[in-house]
């Protein structure tokens, strides 16, 4: 068994530790506990050890855990399809993917139902995987102006990345720091549906690389729950 407390504990250390070396308070990286494929007792764990915020990648995993989690903001961090987001509007306090005007305009669709203001990030494929979603860097702004036209039921909160696997992280500290251009950049955006405050780089094996770059959301699983087992069913 985990422990998840400790894990919680040594992850705050070395997010401490990483904003000490950027000259930045560890209060300022808030932490998302990543809790896909973990059951509803394992993340309540997480909660009563000071977790106030957790990421769920699938709809479906957000669906059926929700009325059995203790209060605690929800992240989805995942790939969202557009007729999915009915499922989660009300559930989620902010979608890190965002990645299309399609996905948008759907986000905006249903929030407005529930009369809701939904905050968002825009997801950058700043290393232009194939294999993973994520806006280019080219098309980003464009996105962002937009959203803020058409969708008055989103508010634009920031950027996110998933940066490619590599041994060593200091290897695609370039990546994240592209992200954080951006996120300086069209932060500047006067419109009073856009106000950055979350860039969200980082997880278990490059969330101190992530912090040094300027990230302030950092979305850890693994450092906090463990390896996950994909052949049980949560
Ligand atoms: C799973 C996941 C994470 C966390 O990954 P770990 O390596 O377990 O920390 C972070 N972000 C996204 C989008 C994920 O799907």
Redesign the pocket.
Known sequence: MENIKTNIEKVNEKKAAAAAKAGRNADDVLLVG?T?TRTAEEINKGIDAGLTDI?E?KVQEIMDKYDFVKPVKWHM??HLQTNKVKYIIDKVSMIHSVDSYKLAEEINKRAGQHQLTMDILIQVNSAQEESKFGISTDETEELIRRVLENCPNIRIRGLMC?APFAEDPDDIRVYFAEVKKLYDQYGTIEHERLDFQYLSMG???DFEAAIQEGSNLI?????IFGERDYSKKN
């Open positions: 990543v896909k990421g990648n961090i995942g998933i997880m278990s094996h979305r850890v699983g693994t450092a």
